[in-house]
């Protein structure tokens, strides 16, 4: 995602680099780059025109600080405007005083609804929250089946019509969905709606006699990152015929070029709530408009990053674990939970990428594999606790063994060995070096 927007803001801003001062044509050729590279994104003409008219007039005008260079003023000036184009400050769920607060989805066929409905359930469930489902899509075969799976997986109750009973009136369902939340204390309801291929009237006459009859507390229109310019037209459509409080981009681990992310906001007026970035329940966050300008301009999103792995790792758990590696007596049990937790923070191409210079080692993420993380533990998996524990004792025949127990070969376990060896003396002598010795000692 927005990988070519980076690419051409980057070059961007390198052929700044080195200027002492920036002179109008530099302003100029600036801008003009910077409104090619938008376009190219699948940006709307009309947020083009107002993002690089910012841009301009702001590094024209006297915001000459002493503190950066012209490239870096640059930078800054486009990072806040995107900041500005995507929202701003980040908008979070609105409750209601008095539960159930009423949650709509709505969008075209495929964007994405059933799939949120899931991820927010999890998500709010997970806060605490008790969130019943509401089956209202009855177009699509299998919505309603496919929305009780979800449920299931995230571990939510779903509200569906009784096969036969409740067919084709959304409506009612919303209506006794709504009910049953009440009368049993729900204190969150989320109502999946039809969608179709494209906007038609009768599809927004539904959805919007299902907002009369439910008085949902947000509207989430959610929008198929990788439609491309479509994204705006339906947007509007929606805006005009349903009217919604808040949009969740979806599909946006795609290679999509982004201009849907970039638009939206400027065009309906309505704040980006949600970004979901795959198939799985858990690839779902809040939608952060200053991370998400970072993380195109390569800045590295190191806030999500953080707190991923804050989800992961126990704070006193990671502080044991320093005092280990700092001791040399890290084995090869924590290197598998390690390699475990990080696991659970998603792939790891994808949390490498949120470090900043990312963009630029591209091709070396490509060729990163969860597979070989999976091996890796497969192969310690095979080894005894006391090898684990002592990896010196592995001798050739243990080798043999461990890469028969894994369906690995014994250069596969070799490396591994070796590795471990390496990345051990490595990490004390790390310590030794940023003073860690405390730690070591567990006098942190
Ligand atoms: P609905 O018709 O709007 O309810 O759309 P669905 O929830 O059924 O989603 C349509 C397809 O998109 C399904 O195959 C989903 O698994 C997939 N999908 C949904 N969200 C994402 C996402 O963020 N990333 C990717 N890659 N696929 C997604």
Request: hydrophobic share 45%; proline share 4%; net charge neutral.
């Amino acid at each position: 995602m927005f990988e070519t927007l980076s690419d051409r803001l980057s070059t961007v801003f390198t052929s700044l680099r080195g200027k002492g001062r920036l002179s109008q044509s530099d302003i100029d050729a600036t801008a003009r780059e910077i409104r090619v590279s938008l376009l190219e994104a699948d940006v709307a003409l009309p947020v083009v025109k107002a993002f690089v008219g910012a841009v301009k007039e702001r590094a024209s005008a006297v915001e000459v600080s002493q503190a950066l260079n012209p490239a870096q003023q640059i930078i800054k000036i486009v990072n806040e405007e995107l900041v500005k184009i995507l929202g701003g400050e980040t908008r979070r769920l609105v409750f209601a005083k008095n539960p159930p607060t009423v949650i709509m989805l709505a969008g075209l066929q495929g964007a994405g609804k059933t799939t949120l409905a899931g991820k927010l359930a999890r998500w709010l469930r997970e806060q605490g929250h008790t969130p019943l489902l509401v089956a209202c899509d009855l177009q699509r075969p299998n919505a309603v089946t496919q929305l009780q799976v979800v449920g299931e997986q995230a571990g939510v109750s779903v509200f569906a019509p009784e096969p036969g009973n409740g067919v084709g009136d959304p409506v009612g369902v919303a209506r006794a969905g709504i009910a049953e939340a009440r009368g049993k204390h729900f204190d969150i309801v989320i109502v999946d709606t039809a969608g179709r291929l494209g906007v038609d009237t009768e599809m927004m006459a539904q959805a919007a006699a299902i907002r009369d009859a439910t008085s949902p507390d947000e509207v989430l229109f959610v929008l198929d990152a990788m439609v491309g310019q479509d994204a705006v037209t339906t947007a509007e459509a929606f805006r005009d015929g349903v009217g919604f409080t808040g949009v969740v981009l979806t599909k946006l681990d795609g290679d999509a070029r982004g201009g849907a992310a970039l638009s939206v906001r400027h065009v309906t007026g309505a704040p980006i709530m949600f970004a979901s970035t795959g198939e799985k329940l858990n690839e779902f966050d809040i939608f952060h408009p200053d991370r998400m300008a970072s993380r195109i301009l390569g800045m590295g999103d190191m806030m999500t990053l953080i707190e991923q792995a804050e989800q992961v790792f126990e704070a006193d758990q990671a502080e044991a674990m320093a005092g280990k590696m700092a001791g040399g007596d890290f084995t090869l049990e924590d290197f598998l939970d390690q390699m475990l937790s990080i696991r659970k923070m998603g792939p790891i191409a994808g949390i490498l990428g949120m470090l900043p210079g990312a963009g630029q080692m591209k091709e070396q993420l490509a060729n990163v594999d969860d597979r070989d993380i999976d091996r890796t533990a497969a192969i310690i998996r095979s080894m005894t606790p006391q090898e684990r524990h002592d990896p010196k004792i592995i001798n050739a025949s243990r080798r043999q063994r461990i890469a028969k127990g894994s369906g690995s070969t014994v250069a596969q376990v070799n490396a591994l060995v070796d590795r471990f060896f390496e990345a051990r003396k490595m990490m004390a002598a790390m310590a030794g070096k940023f003073g860690l010795g405390a730690l070591a000692r567990g006098k942190s």
